[in-house]
């Protein structure tokens, strides 16, 4: 190799490192902008809506004041199911950009039982895979816990119920057509 | 004169209704206690609420049964009614509540319903959480026993 060869050979080299610092460096710091609460909310369809309702639950008030945000419970945190589940949002940019379809209160609680049959399937698909991320039974102290709650988290151990079975409606107000009293683990009418 | 007499009789009557009410104001006390009108009211204190395994007993006959646990979590909107999770017909069993009474379900015509009655659905208006406090004013009561 002549001296030009190996300058040469050494600019591109350089060049390809500096790009991929920008481009990698930018697709994370993309990522990491787009799974923040700020951005979530930027858009009215979810400020008005299921933030709105959230703050009145207990993933938003509590006694200790640690809370939960929209990313913690909607996007997974191992790479490849984050960017499944990235890929998957561009479908909600359609329906705020496009389609138009939940842009006020009262068409969003008209399609709410389909978005939150949406979400309870693939909470029951994954096992309940971002609540699990806080919430370990493994860490559960079930003398601290009531008689009541303690009973079913055993009887869910031993089943194999997972978190959405019972918790539904926590986070957000539940939707309408939905019955809490027709539906229980384990029973026929079990959803999702 | 008998004028002058008559005017003096009805202004001391007067002064004396003006005086009694005015002493009267000041031994009433009422449950704001002898804090001022105008200033801020006594601070509440923080009171937990009770959970008791196998609920309260009654006071009186038919009395609405009182809710022995915490509902903060349990919604109830036009859209569902969560205390149902664990008292409706279907799921009380599994979950060792007492299910909504019979006399729920039934309309306003005495009409056997399927589903909670509308007049009924609202369960916290008559069902109270009880606090850890003790009664604002002593009473001797005594419940049917």
């Known amino acids: 190799m002549t001296s ?43 400020r008005d809506n299921p933030y709105e309702q959230l703050q009145d639950t207990i993933h938003f008030t509590n006694r200790t004041g640690v809370r939960a945000t929209c990313p913690d419970c909607h996007v997974p945190r191992e790479w490849i199911h984050k ?17 138009k379809d939940v842009d006020t209160v009262e068409k969003f609680e008209a399609k709410k039982l389909e978005l939150a049959k949406h979400v309870w399937k693939a909470m029951k698909e994954t096992d309940s895979r971002e609540c699990r991320n ?59 | ?6 005017i003096t009789i009805v202004a001391f009557g007067l002064l004396l209704i003006i005086g009694s009410t005015a002493s009267a104001k000041e031994s ?17 204190t923080k009171k937990k609420v009770i959970s008791q395994e196998g609920g309260f007993e009654r006071n009186y006959k038919q009395q609405p049964p009182l809710i022995p646990h915490k509902i903060e979590k349990y919604k109830i909107t ?27 379900f039934l309309s306003r015509d005495g009409k056997k319903l399927e589903k909670v009655s509308t007049r009924r659905y609202f369960c916290n208006q008559c069902h109270a959480p009880q606090l850890d406090a003790n009664p604002l004013v002593k009473n001797e009561f005594e419940g049917v026993k």
């Open chain 2, 78 to 104: 036009l859209k569902n009614n969560g205390c149902l999770k664990c008292h409706s017909k279907k799921n009380h069993k599994k979950e060792k509540a007492p299910m909504v009474g019979e006399s729920h």
């Open chain 2, 28 to 44: 009433v006390a009422s449950l704001r206690g002898t804090a001022d009108i105008e200033g801020a009211s006594l601070k509440v």
């Open chain 2, 1 to 6: 004169m008998k004028k002058i007499v008559q």
């Open chain 1, 134 to 192: 806080c919430h370990n039974f493994d860490s559960m102290d079930f003398d601290k816990q009531e008689s009541r709650s303690a009973d079913r988290h055993e009887e869910a151990i031993d089943k194999g119920y997972t978190c959405i079975d019972c918790h539904k409606g926590i986070a957000h107000e539940l939707p309408e057509g939905y019955d809490p009293g027709e539906d229980a683990p384990g029973g026929e009418n079990d959803e999702g």
């Open chain 1, 83 to 99: 960017i499944v589940r990235k890929i998957q949002a561009s479908n909600e940019l359609y329906h705020h950009f496009i389609a």
């Open chain 1, 4 to 46: 030009g060869q190996k300058k040469g050979t050494f600019s591109v080299l350089l060049i390809g490192v500096i790009l991929g610092i920008i481009l990698w460096g930018g697709f994370n710091w993309a990522l990491a902008l787009t799974n923040t609460e700020t951005f979530c909310i930027s858009c009215h369809e979810m």
